[in-house]
């Protein structure tokens, strides 16, 4: 069952007359998907935009700094939107409060998006940006050699990717919070075939579109769909918080025990009243507001 307030919230979605276009192009679904949802104020110190690296040339970015002058862990933000969709100010309210929450800066990535740039690309941006942090780590007031990873969806799925990629390298973050993240291409699962047309903000022609964007018709690497990594072993500690009402809920929970069975030091929060994308409406939904202070208790390991 959705938690009622998150339904009062689907409710008045409805009623403002929310769709997903018909039919899905990435175009129609940036002109109503990549649109901020109003937030309540939430100030930290230090917010500016910023230049890094990329695969292919220069990237945007924003930094989130809640004590200036001071040196502080990073958290490298990726933000969610199915590969295709999101940016730097759909995903400004998150990358501030879990700023504000953790006592970590925060780096949002404005990664190169599908299918125009499909996988590798906006994972390959993400690697180059975090190979590049040690020579920014003095402008941005960061240690770039302990820093974290997070993301939500498609940028949980970035995260899962990064830690992967990383493990066993000097590199590798030492922190990864996955929010409802993607982790495998199978439509099949229990939470697809009971969720993938419930319509609470995700369904299965949308993932499926979202998929065929990132990969298109083959067997995903993976480092697109990590599930399928043979050996999870070493990558960095994660914290997975899943939603009850999700198709992706039955892959994210699958992942956190793979991470388990791995040896891996995994904390696994399923709520389940909550639906993809609920930890967007903190501030709103108490129970979006469990689920930031477990992502910010989680980042706060940064400062040890």
């Known amino acids: ?36 949802m109003p937030k309540p104020p939430i100030d930290v110190a230090e917010i500016r935009d910023v230049t890094v690296a990329g695969a292919d040339g220069p990237i945007q970015a924003r930094l989130y700094h809640p004590r200036p002058g001071t040196v502080l862990p990073l958290v490298v933000m990726m933000h969610g939107g199915g590969w295709v969709i999101g940016t730097l100010d759909t995903h400004d309210g998150l990358s501030r409060v879990l700023a504000r929450d953790s006592g970590c800066a925060v780096l949002s990535l404005d990664y ?54 990383l493990n066993g390298k000097v590199d590798a973050p030492a922190v990864q919070v996955l929010f409802y993240p993607v982790v495998d291409a199978d439509f099949e699962t229990g939470s697809y075939r009971t969720l993938g047309t419930a319509g609470a903000m995700l369904s299965t ?23 399928r990594a043979t050996d999870l072993a070493g990558v960095a500690p ?20 793979r991470l388990r069975e791995a040896g891996v030091p995994t904390d696994l929060h399923d709520f389940a009243g909550g639906i993809h994308g609920f930890a967007s ?17 989680a980042l706060k390991r940064l400062h040890d």
């Not at 599908?114 to 040690?134: G, N, R, Y």
């Not at 007031?141 to 498609?154: F, I, P, T």
């Not at 709103?284 to 507001?289: E, G, L, N, R, S």
């Open 112 to 165: 190169r998006l599908a299918p125009e740039h499909p996988f590798p690309a906006p994972l390959d941006d993400c690697l180059t940006a975090i190979a590049d942090l040690p020579s920014r780590a003095d402008e941005f007031g960061v240690r770039a050699e302990r820093y974290g990873v997070v993301g939500d969806s498609a940028g949980g799925n970035l995260a899962a990717a990064v830690a992967l990629a």
């Open 205 to 227: 022609d949308m993932m499926r579109f979202f998929w065929n964007a990132y990969v298109g018709e083959r067997d995903p690497h993976h480092l697109a769909a990590p599930l």
């Open 1 to 36: 069952m959705i938690d009622p307030i998150l339904q009062q919230v689907l409710a008045g979605m409805a009623a403002s007359g929310f769709v997903s276009p018909d039919p899905l192009t990435a175009p129609a679904l940036r002109a109503v998907m990549d649109i901020p």
């Open 281 to 297: 409406f903190f501030g709103v939904a108490p129970i979006a507001d469990q689920a930031i202070a477990i992502a910010a208790g």
């Open 238 to 257: 994660a914290t997975v918080i899943l939603a009850g009402n999700d198709p992706l809920h039955d892959e994210g929970f699958a992942y956190a025990v």
